[in-house]
């Protein structure tokens, strides 16, 4: 494989039978306070569908298409007139492109490319926000995005009525890369790959986690304003999950990946009334554990794999999975991607997770004192034109007003197979949801 595409289907199991977890620090067993009851399992066929009311144009990851493949998705809200509001997404080599609430492009911004012609180009894998942050010339409104192919934060400024387009490029030159120490390991590409934003209300100073591919590291970061009015950053800290897990029976158990490679964290989301992160690590769950990364990680939920040995095949660049120990969750199935925050009226709301593995999304309760309980879930199916999202990597949700299009709020899903697809061409892109009619689905 090349150093900057990696197959969807490698740490994927060919037979997918009904899974499980345990858990606790690498190596520590399973203790029944480590997540919620199973009270709510069943089948994910049950679930409430919603359908999309807009979708972007298609994406393809081919030379054709600008080697762009949807990710994940942003919402900026323009507070002083909702209706031009935007999507900001991005598209993995293809940089990162701009929608207005309709989902027409409205700006489209390369990655930078490679160095050298033996380096990584640019690749942009997450995207989130920092609202009015205090740069030089004000305080502004900027869109983050982590740059896998550089090992580097990008910073873009958000101004609405700008000519040349809403996203103005604000990054320091001179930021360094996040988790490697020259081009050599950069080309490598464990590199800087889910992203988490961050302001912590009791300073005012803004931060971004980030995670590392094919490694189980987080890095808590703060950005910093440069008096040139661009935006570097430096690291604080950094913080590494379990890579193994005791299961219930003894066992030691790793999930099954390329040769070389840990189980990733890519979504993640940042509670900033409790001060907490979630992160979900794609192979294994949900963790929760302080923004500042101090304390414990605690798994909150597992998908269905979890405990579940398997061997991979080079030629088939697969995993065949072995018998299910039934220790997994009943609500995740493998990857867990997307995470998002549902802040409601009151300050309560849901965590909500991509279920890539089975095309459904996952609502959590944010009370930590009731264990981030599970609520329910949904699935976004098609609707006439509109397709629905398979695969789902990233998720985006605002529970604000957006104008008259959305004025119970919006939620923006990637869909990982454009239907109907072009030949052989791999297809993606983003999906428009009416947070309404998911409150609502929910609530009945």
């Known amino acids: ?89 991005t598209a993995k080599e293809g940089g990162l492109r701009v929608y207005d609430l309709d989902a027409r492009q409205v700006q489209s911004l390369p990655a930078p490319a490679a160095p050298g012609p033996d380096d990584a180009p640019g690749r942009f894998n997450n995207v989130d926000l920092v609202s009015r942050m205090q740069l030089p010339s004000g305080r502004a409104d900027i869109a983050v995005a982590s740059d896998r192919g550089h ?32 081009q050599d390991e950069i080309n490598e590409q464990r590199t800087a790959y889910g992203l988490a934003t961050w302001t912590d209300p009791a300073t005012g100073r803004s931060y971004a986690l980030v995670s590392r591919r094919n490694r189980t590291g987080v890095a ?35 999930p099954c990946a390329e040769p070389g490679e840990l189980p990733q964290v890519e979504g993640m989301v940042v509670d900033p009334a409790a001060g907490m992160l979630y992160a979900g690590q794609e192979d294994v769950g949900i963790w929760r554990v302080r923004a500042d990364l101090t304390g414990a990680p605690q798994l909150l939920d597992k998908v269905r794999e979890y405990g579940v040995p398997g061997v991979y095949d080079e030629e088939t660049d697969e995993c065949t999975a072995g018998d299910d120990p039934g220790y997994g969750g009943s609500h995740l199935a493998a990857d867990v991607e997307g995470l998002t925050l549902l802040t409601e009226a009151d300050g309560d709301g849901y965590l909500l997770a991509s279920s890539q593995g089975d095309n459904t999304f996952a609502l959590y309760d944010r009370e930590i004192a009731d264990r981030n309980e599970y609520e329910g879930g949904f699935r976004v199916t098609a609707s006439g034109a509109v397709d629905g999202s398979e695969e789902c990597d990233g998720a985006a949700v605002l529970n604000a007003p957006l104008g008259r299009r959305y004025p119970r709020g919006l939620l923006v899903v990637q869909d990982g197979h454009v239907t109907p697809a072009e030949g052989e061409r791999e297809a993606t892109g983003f999906k428009f949801v009416d947070l309404g009619k998911v409150m609502d689905s929910v609530d009945d």
């Open 151 to 182: 090992d580097k934060l990008r910073f873009y400024r958000i101004d609405r009525d700008r000519p040349g387009g809403p996203l103005t490029d604000i990054t320091d030159p001179d930021a360094p890369a996040v988790f490697s120490t020259g």
């Open 1 to 89: 494989m090349s150093p900057t595409h990696r197959s969807r289907s490698v740490a994927r199991y060919r037979p997918v039978p009904a899974l499980a977890v345990a858990l606790g620090t690498a190596l520590v067993a399973l203790t029944a306070a480590t997540g919620p009851a199973d009270a709510n399992s069943g089948t994910t066929a049950a679930l409430p569908a919603v359908t999309p009311k807009a979708q972007t144009p298609a994406l393809f990851d081919d030379e054709a298409g600008g080697n762009a493949n949807a990710d994940d998705p942003a919402i900026w809200r323009n507070t002083t007139d909702p209706d031009r509001s935007l999507v900001i997404a």
């Open 220 to 254: 808590l970061l703060e950005l910093t304003a440069t008096p040139r009015g661009t935006v570097g950053y430096r690291t604080v800290r950094t913080l590494n999950l379990p890579s193994s897990f005791r299961l219930p029976n003894g066992s030691s158990w790793t």
